[in-house]
């Protein structure tokens, strides 16, 4: 039986568990949600998650939410090709590159996000300027972590997957590619090449 995936369009978390899936090579159907008409907000679909949120996984009747939880699982789950390390200081960095870029980066990466989202007569351009000027800086860490190395702990992994949606964005929005941070903005362009990052579509 394939795996069964709730996602809504567009939806970067949901983008993070099709990369994993896409990777593992591992077919899966779609149950999209109209997030708009808080479908996710069913009595029904909150027996599955009870966030309210995409994406939720059925594997088989087993459940679960929290993208890169559901990553964790499915690298466990099928290892092959895997995509952690067997390093256990590498598969902590990697965590914590993912907290960073998830947590640490998400004030500023909502005040560019909040801006972009606006009409385009309502966007204030110092506050614009002066948020991806901030978010660049934050991007600092994440550029001197990546190196000189193709992926954050050198071969491509989860590290990779859970950090790709926002960055995917973070060029339409302006902040990448940036003079100041070549490494990232290399390796963006890298991730965009991986066939599992470019079937997304909608
Ligand atoms: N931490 C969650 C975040 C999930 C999330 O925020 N999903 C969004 C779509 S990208 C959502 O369902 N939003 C609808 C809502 O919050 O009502 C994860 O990584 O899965």
Request: proline share 7%; net charge positive; hydrophobic share 35%.
């Amino acid at each position: 039986m394939a795996i069964k995936l709730y996602d809504a369009v567009p939806s970067s978390n949901s983008d993070r568990v099709k990369i994993a899936l896409n990777e593992k090579g591992l077919a899966y159907d779609r149950v999209t949600l109209n997030l708009a008409k808080k479908e996710q907000k069913k009595p029904e679909f909150l027996r599955l998650n009870p966030y309210g949120k995409v994406p939720v996984i059925d594997d088989g009747g087993q459940v679960l939410f929290e993208s890169c939880i559901i990553n964790e699982y499915l690298d466990e789950k099928y290892p092959n090709p895997p995509l952690m390390p067997k390093d256990p200081y590498l598969r902590g960095r990697g965590r914590i590159l993912v907290d960073y870029g998830m947590n640490h980066l998400h004030e500023s990466y909502w005040a560019v996000r909040t801006e972009i989202m606006k009409k385009e007569a309502e966007r204030n351009a110092s506050v614009m300027d002066e948020s991806r000027r901030t978010l660049r800086e934050l991007l600092r860490y994440l550029e001197d972590a990546l190196g000189d190395k193709p992926y954050f702990l050198g071969e491509f992994s989860l590290t990779d997957i859970d950090l790709w949606p926002r960055f995917g964005r973070m060029e339409d929005y302006g902040v990448l590619p940036a003079a100041s941070l070549p490494r990232l903005s290399a390796w963006v362009a890298r991730m965009k090449a991986r066939p599992s990052v470019k079937s997304l579509g909608t």
